[in-house]
């Protein structure tokens, strides 16, 4: 009895204690805070928004880039336009119209448009108006020294001798473009050194360096750059034709022919008939007779071989740039030397030119 009423005592303890457990109490406290700062769900448009403030769509590159392709394109077609509209003015102006202006000279002198071709090498416009211009400088720069009416390259009777002098200078530059490729074949070449040894010599001549450039200004129009370029084919072209002179293979046929002369000669022959009928100088008319002559009016190996011969002797082949020549010295006074010759012209470099230019393959631009 004692017992039971311990046990329905107790029982009700048991009951309550859930009533008091801080752990359920403190869980239901928790759970909001937790709910609110970790997993509360974020709406549709928050969420746009905050991925759009990290990263830019994708779908947007692909568009930018093609369309900054596009604006080059553009952009560079533009410029290309522009560019063959320009050269189509020009070229308009220079093979329609022939200018010469200061304006197309300046642009030809930065664009090669061509004037001519020869077996290949381009002569430039501006080669042209530069070899043109110093012509027509040179005739009015004579016409203000002399005194005389100023030339007029507009007036009627002007324009004939520009189109002649035009017609000249285009013939010039082919066979400077020959000569070139001449020199080229043969290996020749021309040294700083060479032109400058010759500049120098000009400007002693001439009194100076302000001098030089007084008298290259007034008649040609150059500067000393252009009187270096000059300089240089010229002495290209020296050097070229005395390649050619003393080249054996080419001369053969010209030697031969001295060697038959001279033969003749020393067998017996008359040598002034025999100047008549072999000589290739104008003295051969009358027998090979040069008359009297110094030191310093003959080239140096003739005067060399004549001086040294006596009266009546005749030399060996000797050899110029004129070809092969027969001496023989008839008097001597004083120191002067009367003597004859029979000359077997070699190349003429200036023929060997021509013949060159005929059989190549030139094309012109340019129509004076």
């Known amino acids: 009895m004692d017992d039971k009423k311990k046990s329905a005592r107790k029982a009700p303890a048991r ?9 359920r109490k403190a869980t239901k406290e928790v759970e909001p805070q937790v709910s609110q700062s970790v997993v509360a769900p974020e709406s549709p448009a928050s969420s746009i928004a905050s991925s759009a403030t990290v990263m830019p769509p994708t779908g947007d590159k692909p568009k930018s880039s093609g369309s900054s392709k596009r604006n080059w394109a553009i952009i560079g077609g533009t410029i290309v336009g522009l560019v063959a509209l320009f050269l189509i003015i020009f070229g308009v102006l220079i093979y329609k119209y022939k200018s010469d202006n200061r304006v197309v000279q300046v642009v030809a002198n930065i664009i090669p448009y061509p004037a001519e071709k020869v077996n290949g090498s381009w002569i430039t416009y501006a080669t042209y108006l530069f070899e043109t211009n110093s012509i027509k400088h040179y005739y009015q720069s004579q016409s203000s020294e002399s005194g005389g009416q100023q030339v007029e390259f507009t007036s009627d009777e002007g324009k004939k001798r520009l189109k002649q002098l035009q017609e000249q200078v285009l013939d010039q530059l082919q066979q400077e473009a020959i000569i070139r490729q001449i020199a080229k074949k043969e290996k020749v070449t021309v040294t700083n050194k060479e032109v400058k040894e ?4 000009i400007t002693k001549s001439a009194g100076g360096e302000d001098k030089v450039k007084e008298v290259l200004e007034k008649f040609y129009g150059w500067n000393k750059g252009d009187l270096e370029k000059k300089i240089r084919f010229q002495l290209l072209k020296q050097k070229t034709a005395e390649k050619l002179q003393n080249d054996e293979a080419i001369n053969a046929q010209a030697k031969a022919k001295a060697e038959d002369a001279l033969k003749q000669v020393q067998g017996g022959a008359d040598f002034a008939e025999t100047a008549k009928k072999y000589s290739q100088d104008s003295s051969a008319a009358n027998g090979g007779d040069l008359g009297f002559f110094s030191k310093g009016q003959m080239v140096p190996e003739f005067e060399k071989a004549a001086f040294e011969l006596q009266p009546g002797q005749v030399s060996g082949l000797v050899k110029t740039k004129y070809g092969y020549h027969i001496i023989k010295v008839t ?33 012109e631009y340019i129509k004076p």
Do not use: M
Request: charged share 40%.
């Open 15 to 23: 009951k309550s204690a859930p009533k008091k457990s801080p752990a």
């Open 331 to 363: 008097e001597k006074k004083d120191d002067q030397v009367r003597a004859s010759h029979i000359l077997i012209k070699g190349i003429d470099f200036d023929q060997y030119v021509q013949d060159e230019l005929k059989k190549a393959k030139v094309n």
């Open 198 to 201: 010759q500049v120098d010599q």
